[in-house]
């Protein structure tokens, strides 16, 4: 059941959690962004090399993020309706 309430106190609590979500979806945007700048360069330097330590490091630091992003972007998905539908 969908609350609907015009009380001016929950205004700045929608606008904060409007505001932060846009941030989340501006900065998964660049990381994007980034990973398809970069992938070419990647494949060449990285995925073609043979195995070793800073490969490793550098896979796990570079991949880590993508799931830590739908994680956050998932936990911070807001728990009210900030629409009268």
């Known amino acids: 059941m969908t609350v609907v309430s ?13 505001f932060f979500s846009y941030w989340i979806v501006a900065a998964g945007v660049a990381v994007v962004y980034d990973w398809i700048l970069t992938v070419g360069q990647e494949i060449e330097l990285i995925w073609r090399q043979r195995w070793s330590l800073m490969k490793a490091i550098y896979l796990v630091i ?8 739908v994680a956050n972007v998932l936990a911070n998905m807001p728990l ?5 539908a």
């Open 62 to 69: 570079r991949y880590i993020g993508i799931p830590y992003s």
């Open 6 to 18: 015009n009380n001016p106190s929950w205004w700045p609590l929608i606008t904060l959690s409007q």
């Open 80 to 84: 009210f309706s900030l629409t009268d």
